[in-house]
């Protein structure tokens, strides 16, 4: 009799902690979790018993469940969950979870349209709650337009945020900021090249570490994306020369610079005979080098949030040595204006007897009104094409706000379609 009532104490044991598990699957992917019950509270756990969601819900439905970056990313599992919280507030979590056994969570509160990225553990917040904020990673963007040009950067578990009123920003997986949202940036792209590595954002160069090195003018350098010099087909054959030998990054920020491991950042420039005639185009070296400190994008942030100094592309000239010093990131002391190392290369042979000498005419600036090379007049979002949002982009599933606009308008040109350029003219 007393082994009976013990056998069955242990089923009712059994039948009541299966009440508390109860079995879901996945609707895409055949995800299986459980949901578990704890003061009243719902979370769910995965086969192994690790915690998904911990019991702080009033209620919670697995909605969706993409799986191998569902063609487009490079997550293991993303795990939609739409649950409702002790306040009564409507939630949107994405758990995001790799092949190497790390994992986020990225949650939106419906209601209040504020997000946040939690590194780990649900309950461990990186970046905390803001309005219409994006957060991918650049872990899972591998295939995005951020990392295009640097895929190791996807190795690191760093956070890409985008805030409408803001711009864009890079933090580690502990929230500390690389660039922060505060500088109030436009699209951050990653950059290698040659052992070194570095991050742009409209004509601003900074190392690994986030320390801007230099910023300069789309007027100090012919950009590969000019209308008028895009007719010549000897534009069009060199450039293509030059983006598959330097990896341009004009694709990104339209702006024509590159970079050489023996001669720094240049850019491109065009070469003229006496008579005003263009002979050919040429990559005009800076001699500003990256560091050893900036070979990886494995990197302490360096805190250092001022703007880098203003230099002339066409008329830069450093004369302490080619090498950017790597102890003298913040007093300006290598921004010289005295000979420079590397002298504009000369030309022989086909080129009409273009030679270099002192011209007869003079340079001076003309401002004039062109349409912006950005929306190419429309003065709509070149990203979202003016709708405001975006749907599948920057390694975040389905649609959210347009990092790179203001409702839909075209920021570098405030939507007016139009923008003001100051021109060298030659005469």
Known sequence: MRKLISYTLILLLVITMQGCRKKHVGPENGFVWYEVKENGLYGAVDQNDNELLPCQFQSIELSNDWKNGNDYT???????????????????????????????????????????????????????????????????????????????????????????????????????????????????????????????????????????????????????????????????????????????????????????????????????????????????????????????????????????????????TQGNGSVYPSNNYDDGGHYTSISNNYETPSYEGDYGGGIERTPTKHWHNVTREEDCHFCHGTGDCWTCNGKGWVYNEFGLEGTHDCPNCNHGRCSHCNGTGRVTKIERVYE
């Open 74 to 316: 490079d997550y293991l599992w993303q795990l939609k969950w739409n649950v409702v919280d002790e306040n009564g507030d409507k939630l949107e979590i994405r758990l995001y979870t790799f092949d190497d056994g790390w994992r986020y969570y990225y949650t939106r509160n419906l209601r209040t349209e504020k997000t946040k990225a939690s590194n780990r553990d649900y309950s461990n917040v990186v970046i905390s709650y803001a309005d219409n904020q994006s957060i991918s990673t650049l872990y899972a963007s591998k295939k995005g337009f951020v990392t295009k040009n640097a895929p190791s950067i996807t190795k690191q578990h760093y956070f890409y945020v985008s805030i409408s009123q803001y711009g864009c920003g890079i933090y580690t997986e502990n929230g500390e900021p690389i660039i922060p949202i505060e500088r109030q940036v436009g699209p951050i792209a990653a950059c290698e090249q040659d052992g070194r590595a570095w991050y742009m954002y409209g004509t601003t160069v900074c190392d690994a570490h986030g320390t801007e090195i230099f910023r300069w003018s789309t007027d100090d350098c012919i950009s590969p994306y000019d209308y008028n010099l895009n007719n010549s087909r000897r534009f069009k054959d060199l450039c293509e020369e030059f983006m598959t030998q330097y990896k341009w990054f004009g694709e990104l920020v339209l702006s024509g610079i590159v970079y050489d491991s023996e001669r720094g950042f240049g850019s491109l420039q065009a070469k003229y005979d006496v008579d005003d005639n263009l002979v050919d185009y040429y990559i005009r070296y800076t001699g500003i080098k990256l560091s050893s400190n900036s070979s990886s994008f494995d990197v302490k942030p360096s805190g250092n949030n001022s703007n880098g100094k203003y230099i002339n592309l066409r008329t830069y």
